[in-house]
Each structure stands twice: as structure tokens, then as C-alpha cells.
């Protein structure tokens, strides 16, 4: 049985019956069946039940005249996360916006969640980054073809398309870009997991490590480090994939 945090033998307690259930169902066969849900899985389900407890508050609290101190956060968070689009999407940026800022949140509290005794960070372990940037490159992908329809988006693939480059060029050229394009958005998805992972994993190493060794003082340092990192790799996230958004739905001149 593997180590389980409080909050997954919760979990595991009330619903391993019909979550093994359910992955039989789909054909996957659950390593431990009395505990089919593990502890990122549980963290991030966490995550999502506070943003959605926050958000609710904040619907409820909404004000122009006297907005809160909640309402601020979320206010500059959203305008931040706007004013970046602008800049590296252009017009029509705000369009995005609803999904940047949820997977920017969503992604800061599996950060620093971690931070809390009892919890761990979801994020320091592969698939769920790897979750995240396969959201990412989902939703780019969808969004160029949205705005450029498939046929015209698949052509990018392919190199440019100057009309008047000889055939003789352009064909050999499209059949050498094809492949090296398929490659390099698949390395995306690469790039954005193994930075997120890497960084809260190697976060998480040195907190425990010396928090073992000296337990007093100095590990408040690496706390505060930790918080830094967090921030720092979630924006780093979202600016790449508004990096991807602005190639996928930007047109040519």
C-alpha cells in the first residue's frame, strides 16, 4: 500500500469502491485497489474544490462601489494576465484570458500547496505538468484552427508560402519543414512539463532536506525560495503559452 496523505485516505476511505469501479470499467486494472486514488490526484482535487469555493465568495462579494480585498487579488490577476496577452497576442487577446488566468491559478496553488504540512505539490510529480501542457498545446491547436480554419493551419506546417518561390523549392522544402514542425510542437509539451516539474521537484528536495538537517531558521529561507519558484514557474508557463497562442492565431501580412 502506498504512503497516503490525510486528505487522500479520505478520499480513498469514501470512494475506492466506485473509483476502482470506474477504472475497470475503462479497462485499467488500479495497482492498489483499496486505494485507487493517489496523492496528486487528491491534491489537485483540492485545488480545484478551493478555486471553486473562491470563486463562488467572490461571485457572491462581487461590488463596484466597495470591491474587497478578494475581488483586488482576482482583479490584478486577471488585468496582469490581460495586460501580458496584449502585448504578446495583440488584438483580440482578451479572448484567452478566462483560460490563461485558470490554468494560471490552477497551477500556483499545486505550487504552493505543497508549502502546508500534510500537503504535497502535485506539480512535483510529472504527469500533472505534463497535464498541464497537454492542455496548453490542446487548446493553441484549437484555437489556430478556429480562427484559420484546418486547411489554412495545417499550411504553416508546411514552411512558407511565398507564391512566388518555384515549385521546384517550395515542395522539397515543405517535405523537409513537415517533420521538423511536428517535432517542434511536440517539444513544447516537453519543454513545459520538464521546466514546471523539474524546478518544484528540485523545490521540494531541498525544503525536506534541510528541514531534516536544521529544523529552526534556516529552512524559512528555502520556504521563501519555494514561494519565489512557484510564482516564477507558473508565469513562465503562462508566457509560453501565450508565446504558442500568438504563432497559432497571428496572421499574415
Known amino acids: 500500500?502506498?504512503?497516503?496523505?490525510?486528505?487522500?485516505?479520505?478520499?480513498?476511505?469514501?470512494?475506492?469502491?466506485?473509483?476502482?469501479?470506474?477504472?475497470?470499467?475503462?479497462?485499467?486494472?488500479?495497482?492498489?485497489?483499496?486505494?485507487?486514488?493517489?496523492?496528486?490526484?487528491?491534491?489537485?482535487?483540492?485545488?480545484?474544490?478551493?478555486?471553486?469555493?473562491?470563486?463562488?465568495?467572490?461571485?457572491?462579494?462581487?461590488?463596484?462601489?466597495?470591491?474587497?480585498?478578494?475581488?483586488?487579488i482576482f482583479e490584478f490577476?486577471?488585468?496582469?494576465?490581460?495586460?501580458?496577452?496584449?502585448?504578446?497576442?495583440?488584438?483580440?487577446?482578451?479572448?484567452?484570458?478566462?483560460?490563461?488566468?485558470?490554468?494560471?491559478?490552477?497551477?500556483?496553488?499545486?505550487?504552493?500547496?505543497?508549502?502546508?504540512?500534510g500537503f504535497e505539490s502535485p506539480t512535483a510529480v510529472p504527469i500533472v505538468p505534463l497535464g498541464c501542457a497537454v492542455c496548453a498545446f490542446v487548446y493553441y491547436h484549437m484555437q489556430g484552427i478556429r480562427k484559420k480554419g484546418v486547411a489554412h493551419y495545417a499550411a504553416h506546417f508546411l514552411g512558407p508560402s511565398d507564391s512566388s518561390m518555384s515549385l521546384f523549392i517550395r515542395v522539397p522544402l515543405s517535405i523537409l519543414m513537415l517533420p521538423i514542425e511536428i517535432v517542434s510542437h511536440l517539444a513544447r509539451v516537453l519543454s513545459l512539463t520538464i521546466r514546471l516539474w523539474a524546478n518544484m521537484f528540485a523545490g521540494d528536495l531541498v525544503t525536506m532536506a534541510f528541514f531534516s538537517m536544521i529544523s529552526i531558521g534556516v529552512p524559512v529561507l528555502f520556504l521563501a525560495l519555494h514561494i519565489g519558484v512557484s510564482f516564477l514557474q507558473t508565469y513562465i508557463f503562462i508566457l509560453l503559452t501565450m508565446v504558442y497562442l500568438a504563432g497559432a492565431v497571428a496572421e499574415e501580412h
Not at 490526484?41 to 473562491?54: C, P, R
Not at 490581460?82 to 499545486?110: K, M, R
Request: glycine letters at 8%; aromatic letters at 12%.
Open 1 to 72: 500500500m502506498p504512503e497516503q496523505l490525510w486528505f487522500t485516505e479520505i478520499l480513498n476511505y469514501f470512494f475506492a469502491g466506485p473509483v476502482t469501479g470506474l477504472l475497470r470499467f475503462l479497462r485499467i486494472e488500479p495497482a492498489y485497489p483499496q486505494a485507487p486514488i493517489t496523492n496528486p490526484v487528491a491534491m489537485q482535487l483540492l485545488v480545484v474544490l478551493f478555486l471553486v469555493l473562491m470563486f463562488a465568495l467572490l461571485r457572491s462579494r462581487l461590488s463596484v462601489d466597495k470591491p474587497g480585498a478578494l475581488q483586488h
Open 77 to 117: 490577476t486577471h488585468g496582469f494576465v490581460e495586460d501580458q496577452g496584449q502585448e504578446i497576442i495583440g488584438h483580440g487577446s482578451s479572448t484567452f484570458t478566462p483560460f490563461l488566468v485558470t490554468l494560471a491559478l490552477f497551477i500556483l496553488l499545486c505550487n504552493l500547496i505543497g508549502l502546508i504540512p
